[in-house]
Structures are given as C-alpha cells and as structure tokens.
C-alpha cells in the first residue's frame, strides 16, 4: 500500500520524505488555508521534495472553469494530480484531463456507487473519506471493501486511496482490504512507528549495553 502524507505543511513533508516513506502527498483547500501560504508556491514547493503525486485541488464548480484551473496548476510540475470534487462537473473535467495524460484524484466520495462513477470517469484515484462516515456513525470502511470488490470485478485500474485517515487502525484496515493508496495527517503516519513495547525494549537493550563499558567503532 502507497502512503501519501494529507496536508500542506512543507515542514511535515520534508521530514516524513527523509523516512522514504512517503509516495506523495494530498492538499486540499482547507489544508492550505491551515499552512496560511501561497496555493501555487506551496504546491511547487511539495512537488519538489516530493517525487510521487501531489494532489492539488480546483476550486471551480463548472467545467470549463475547472479545466482553466487545471491548466494553471498541472503546469507547475510533472506529478502534479488535479483534484476534482465528486460532481458532474468533476467527473466531466476527469474524463477530460485523464484523457490528456493528466493524473486525477477525484474527491469527496461517499459511496462505493461514486467510485464506479468516478472509476468510469477515468480517475487515476478516488479518494473515499472514511473519518468523516465514522464521524456520522457510520463504519466507513465498509464503503472501501465494497469499492475493493467493485472494482476488481470489473477490472478497473483507478487506485483506491483512503483518505480522511484519523488513527492507526484506519490504516491497518485499509491494508488489509487491500487499498491502493491511504493518506494520513503526519501525526498518524508518527503514530505507526510507535510501540510502547518498542520503547521499554530499546530502553533495556541501551541500559544492558552501557554496563558491558564496550562501544562500536
Ligand atoms: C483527502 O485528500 C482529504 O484531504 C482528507 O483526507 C480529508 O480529511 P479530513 O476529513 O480529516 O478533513
């Protein structure tokens, strides 16, 4: 499973990318209103630390002013992906750019009818949003398994990528599913690494060490 890293914070990305962990990275409007930069600059600045894909969202509702925004942004470097919100207008705007070579991740999908759309639409990911269908008392993974069986059993290749990740076991989940892609805030991509039994270990292991009185090296 792909790990995309969901926020705008240069910092952050900087510092996961060092991991070589991270196989690109999600933004969305609210998050670059979150890092109070410049939508263009922060995005060509992610692309450059960043090799995979960067989602960079259209804030247009109508067609053909989506397509002039995708213009502008798709020209800021090769692994730019155009985000499109889940509507007509944005599945319309998928059709078109994928068909011109340009990655689209389609967002704010909901049901796993959505996704069919969006797969039919020529998505290069669609983008489910699990944390937000829990936040409603709905099991939102349940949608992931459903677009999982959908879409092997047509053969479609657009990759599912979990978003709206809250905790670990969003992940675990999606991993086990079978999910193409997830994107997670950093504090949970952090929170994976951790184990208190990791930590209790490591401390034990340092302490026994330093009485042998030996170093490496
Ligand atoms: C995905 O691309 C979205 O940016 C994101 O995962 C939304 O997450 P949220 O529901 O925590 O805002």
Not at 79 to 93: A, S
Not at 94 to 110: H, P, Q, R, S
Not at 182 to 196: D, E, G, N, Y
């Amino acid at each position: 499973m792909k790990f995309f890293v969901d926020t705008a914070d240069t910092n952050d990305i900087k510092e996961l990318a060092e991991t070589g962990l991270l196989d690109g990275v999600t933004t969305n409007p609210s998050l670059v209103h979150k890092a109070g930069r410049n939508f263009l600059e922060v995005v060509a600045e992610i692309c450059s630390i960043v090799p995979g894909p960067v989602s960079a969202e259209v804030v247009a509702t109508e067609h053909a002013a989506m397509m002039r925004e995708a213009e502008v942004l798709r020209k800021i470097a090769d692994n730019i992906t155009i985000k499109v919100p889940l509507t007509i207008d944005g599945l319309k705007t998928c059709k078109a750019l994928t068909g011109e070579g340009t990655m689209v991740n389609v967002t704010l999908c909901f049901t796993a009818n959505q996704a069919l759309l969006a797969a039919k639409a020529g998505a290069t990911f669609i983008s489910p949003f699990v944390g937000r269908h829990d936040d409603i008392g709905f099991d939102g993974m349940q949608i992931i398994s459903e677009i999982r069986l959908i879409y092997d059993n047509y053969g479609f290749d657009t990759q599912i990528l979990v978003a709206s990740v809250r905790h670990p076991v969003h992940v675990l989940e999606a991993a086990k599913i079978g999910a193409d892609v997830m994107t997670a805030p950093p504090s949970v991509i952090r929170q994976l690494f951790k184990h208190p039994l990791t930590d209790r270990g490591l401390e034990a292991f340092l302490s026994d060490w330093q009485k042998t009185g030996q170093t490496i090296g």
